[in-house]
């Protein structure tokens, strides 16, 4: 059977109020990429912006996306190494490893006025963000899903789950609300938070305990949760004693649900990018965490033992 290609909309389309205008994707690494391969193929107007090799390749080739949830396709979104003209949206998809070099493609000018929808791990990119682009509005978001880039242009998506969290802080308005349309169209879940704290706590909760136990024990979740229970549940509890101290509630039990309830093969990217020998997001996860935990008084002895580990074969393999 052919593969299903589908083609773009209209690139540069006038931004309307209540609609969401061009969405940029920047960096369309796996989940940038899949989220770029969506809205391609449910017709809405994309921008691709990657590295020189990479925006050739989509540009060539496409984007391919292999999916468990969404089916196999082949997209076409327009792609290039810098944007150019306007966007009314722009979703951020690389890793903090890559934030500077990465912003560095798309200009303040492109994006003022627009929604910026960062999907990076941690806590303290969204300063980051708004100093780049302080006539943006930033919104808090955490993506849950498990999805890979194999090669450029490639995307696999494994997880029998997707689900994007955005904070509506700050940001509620006809373009917010219209973006939470237009990724819904897509089938990806989309939940709408009030609170940005609430959002981005909420993940470093999960996330947290599962990508440093998981790359410190160089085993995907099945092994980290019975090998080393103690250590992710312990980094879990530390993230809820902290975060409290920051006026969110978190609950350690519903980590411990979640962890023992996905597929044991599940493997967080930072365990993918220690095998393949890449930098770790070791500090903009673990660092940005304890940073939070000291300045608020809080102990998190577990996680400062896995941190610290995770410094030195990082930087092995950086020196690499």
Not at 47 to 72: K, M, P, Y
Not at 180 to 194: D, W
Request: glycine share 12%; hydrophobic share 45%.
């Amino acid at each position: 059977m052919a593969e299903t290609e589908y083609g773009n909309g209209a690139v540069g389309a006038p931004l309307r109020s209540g609609e969401t205008g061009r969405i940029a994707v920047l960096s369309p690494g796996g989940v940038g990429g899949l989220l770029a391969g969506l809205l391609a193929r449910d017709g809405r107007d994309v921008a691709v912006v990657a590295t020189d090799s990479t925006a050739a390749g989509i540009a060539e080739r496409g984007l391919r996306i292999e999916s468990s949830l969404f089916g196999d396709f082949t997209a076409h979104p327009p792609a290039s190494p810098r944007l150019d003209g306007r966007a009314g949206v722009l979703f951020v998809g690389c890793k903090a490893t890559a934030l500077h070099e990465a912003l560095e493609r798309v200009p303040a000018e492109a994006v003022r006025g627009a929604l910026v929808v960062p999907l990076l791990n941690g806590l303290e990119h969204m300063e980051a963000l708004r100093r780049a682009y302080p006539d943006a509005r930033v919104a808090g978001a955490a993506i849950r899903v498990e999805s890979t880039r194999v090669e450029p242009g490639r995307i696999v998506q494994s997880s029998p789950f997707a689900s994007l969290d955005l904070a509506a802080e700050g940001v509620a308005g006809d373009r917010f609300d219209a973006l939470v349309q237009a990724v819904r169209a897509t089938g990806l879940e989309v939940n709408v938070r009030e609170s940005e704290a609430e959002v981005l706590w909420k993940k470093l909760h999960f996330l947290l305990p599962t990508a440093l136990v998981c790359t410190h024990a160089g085993r995907p979740i099945g092994g980290a949760r019975t090998d080393r229970r103690d250590d992710l549940l312990g980094v879990a509890a530390e993230v809820e004693r902290v975060a409290e101290q920051y006026g969110v509630d978190l609950d350690t039990g519903v980590v411990q649900r979640m962890a023992d309830g996905i597929p044991a093969e599940t493997k967080p990217s930072m365990l993918r990018d220690r095998e393949a020998g890449r930098p770790m997001e070791v500090d903009a996860l673990g660092g940005a965490f304890l940073r939070r935990a000291r300045a608020a008084g809080v102990p998190a002895p577990t996680t400062e033992r896995i941190v610290a580990d995770l410094e030195r074969i990082n930087a092995a393999l950086t020196a690499g």
